[in-house]
């Protein structure tokens, strides 16, 4: 069983910085294969970043490319992302997910996570 904890959303003007935390309850967080996902109000959950196990590779949606950058800090079980410029349409509660996986890889789908947290609220004013 694996828990998850995001903190650090809030209301921030557009062009402004925010940096997401989850603080995952794994003994082996380091076998976990970690996503970023949100959900605006009215819209299915879409993926946003995602990286393996060791942090060596990422993956970003189009939208957040060069503004978001996932990463991870194994020793302290924790997962970020660093949303720098953001714009009103980045409003959402945003999702941090993991998967449970001997064959490591990266993956963007939300059916390919076992374990979310409890999400976020991230507000952009314009």
């Known amino acids: 069983q694996v828990q998850l904890v995001e903190s650090g959303g809030g209301l921030v003007q557009a062009g402004g910085s925010l940096r997401l935390s989850c603080a995952a309850s794994?003994?082996?967080?380091?076998?976990?294969?970690m996503g970023w996902f949100r959900q605006a109000p009215g819209k299915v959950r879409e993926f946003v970043a995602a990286?393996?196990?060791?942090?060596?590779?990422?993956t970003y949606a189009d939208p957040v490319k060069g503004r978001f950058t996932i990463s991870r800090d194994n020793a302290k079980n924790t997962l970020y992302l660093q949303m720098n410029s953001l714009k009103p349409e980045d409003t959402a509660v945003y999702y941090c997910?993991?998967?449970?996986?001997?064959?490591?890889?990266?993956?963007?789908?939300?059916?390919?996570?076992?374990?979310w947290g409890q999400g976020t609220q991230v507000t952009v004013s314009s």
């Open positions: 990286i393996t196990r060791g942090g060596g590779s990422t």
């Open positions: 997910a993991a998967r449970i996986t001997a064959y490591g890889g990266i993956y963007v789908k939300s059916d390919d996570y076992d374990y």
């Open positions: 794994a003994r082996t967080f380091n076998l976990l294969v």
